[in-house]
């Protein structure tokens, strides 16, 4: 009866308690996010219906406000579903938002920008000079920041809000197809000067269009015929124009890498791989054969090879600060850490990740980059400091020899996770066979799962094999036998005025010159 209140448990009041403000508490915060989507919408559709008003009517303005909202809104939902990482990050929705905008913005500028050329040109009126917007321009830099789906349905919201602004059905399809072949002239672009061929690419296929819609509307064989060449060739060099323009800006300001940016830091002369390379040339070289290892596999299970690679370079900068304590560094046969207790060289180790993650934003590296960077490791255990903490102590906790993490949450970084593992285990290697190396490939890559370290990121047990067969060839690729040369003399007459020069037996292909004789009675 003590323990009663009213006939109910008193225990259960502050659970019911905790649990009521619990549930408050979630639905204010999704009511919160929900309200906020809303005020998002409404101002895109504000903003888009005010861009393509003509004059002044209040029913059109309401109507392709609603429509804007609309259409938005389902373009939204298709990228939460199936690119649920960019909707989680508020500026990437913002950008997205934004390019909507500025994309029937600058349509809108260039609509009055053509007019006035073609009336100045003498070109007659009518919708030709609809055919110079350089809509696609939106398409393209959404391929260059987020990916060929979020470009496709950006095309498509985008061709449908200018067959509203235009009062025409046959704009929606010209700017859908220049708008896909925008984006597809992107993808995997790795050059700035690839965006002059992208623009060059929708020239082409906006004449097609154009003289499909002067076909269809009977002006092909018209004095409109030649303007709407014109200003479809036009907007294509409009399109190449802008988007070199625009794409840095945007790289600055959102802080976004693209391929084009990733290329740069592929520079083996960029300041932190020459003080890699100085001070931790261990670690370079190791990082360079990463670097082929996560690219082959990248390419081999559909991932942004060139991320892969660049992650590769820069997965051990952080090593820069200490590099005599990590192996690869090491000449000679004294190891700094056989003089520390296992648990001081675990804190040596899992401090390369954070002096790296310190490095890299000093530096100014991509998020992708850093992120990457900071996930290579994950979670795993340092077996070998564990093994040796049990070994003299009897005991040891397990969590204090783990790598803090997070654990990989993308492809790309388990693909840098693999690689590295792989790269260091095969180098201790005796005899690095084909079939030592594929059985010792299995044995890591399997262990990393088993451990859970790739459980957080979208690796198909299919990929996981590609994986495995690509390190393999590789790594045999590096580590093939070579032959052993025989020992050569030759020795030249001295009346031809030839000397003599001795070859010394060498292996894996290297010189074993030796500086010729000189006959020092025959100097000056």
């Known amino acids: ?128 000079a609809m055919f110079g917007t350089p809509i696609p321009v939106g398409a393209m830099l959404v391929a260059l920041i987020f990916d060929f789906h979020a470009a496709l ?30 984006a597809f002239s992107v993808i995997r672009c790795k050059k700035r000067s690839a965006l002059i061929r992208g623009g060059f690419y929708v020239s082409v296929v906006n004449i097609v269009t154009t003289g499909i819609i002067l076909l269809l509307t009977s002006n092909l064989f018209t004095e409109a015929a030649p303007a709407g060449i014109f200003f479809a060739v036009a907007s294509g060099f409009f399109i190449m124009a802008l988007v070199s323009i625009m794409l840095p800006v945007i790289e600055y300001f959102f802080s976004i890498s693209t391929d084009i940016s990733l290329l740069e830091l592929l520079d083996l002369g960029q300041p932190l791989m020459r003080s890699l390379m100085i001070n931790a040339p261990g670690t370079y070289h190791h990082s360079i054969i990463v670097g082929n290892l996560a690219e082959a596999a990248a390419e081999a299970v559909g991932a942004n090879p060139l991320l892969s690679r660049v992650t590769a370079y820069y997965h051990d900068i952080g090593k820069i600060k200490m590099p005599e304590y990590f192996v690869e560094n090491q000449q000679g046969a004294i190891n700094r850490h056989e003089r520390l207790a296992p648990h001081m060289s675990a804190m040596i180790l899992v401090s390369h990740v954070k002096e790296g993650t310190e490095l890299a934003k000093q530096y100014k590296l991509p998020k992708s980059v850093i992120d990457i960077l900071q996930q290579h490791h994950g979670t795993r255990l340092m077996s070998f400091f564990y093994q040796k903490a049990k070994d003299q102590s009897g005991a040891a906790n397990l969590d204090e020899y783990r790598y803090p993490g997070p654990k990989p949450q993308t492809r790309v970084a388990a693909l840098v996770m693999m690689a590295d593992a792989v790269e260091a285990a095969a180098r201790a290697l005796t005899d690095p066979t084909s079939a030592r190396i594929s059985a010792l490939v299995e044995k890591i890559i399997n262990e990393i799962f088993l451990d859970g370290q790739i459980d957080e990121c979208e690796l198909t047990l299919k990929d996981m094999s590609e994986i495995k067969k690509r390190f393999t060839f590789v790594l045999t690729s590096i580590f093939h036998k070579r032959i052993e040369y025989p020992d050569i003399e030759l020795k030249a007459s001295h009346n031809r005025g030839d000397h ?25």
């Open 1 to 128: 009866m003590k323990d009663m209140k009213n006939g109910i448990p008193k225990s259960s009041i502050p659970r019911s308690l905790k649990e009521a403000r619990a549930l408050l508490a979630a639905l204010k915060e999704k009511y919160a996010a929900q309200s906020a989507s809303i005020s998002f919408l409404s101002c895109l559709g504000f903003l888009s219906a005010l861009i393509i008003q003509e004059g002044l009517n209040p029913s059109f303005f309401v109507g392709s406000f609603f429509m804007s909202i609309v259409v938005y809104f389902i373009f939204f939902k298709d990228i939460k579903r199936y690119k649920p990482a960019f909707i989680n990050e508020q500026k990437m929705v913002f950008l997205l938002g934004l390019l909507l905008v500025a994309t029937l913005l600058t349509g809108r500028i260039f609509e009055y920008l053509n007019y006035s050329m073609g009336k100045g040109l003498g070109f007659p009126d009518g919708m030709t």
């Open 153 to 182: 349905m950006f095309s498509l919201v985008i061709s449908l809000i200018t067959g509203v602004w235009f009062h025409n059905p046959y704009i929606p399809v010209y700017v859908f197809i220049g708008s896909l072949t925008a």
């Open 500 to 524: 003599s020069v001795e070859k010394t037996p060498h292996n894996n292909g290297n010189s074993g010159k030796e500086l010729p004789k000189i006959d020092k009675s025959r100097s000056a």
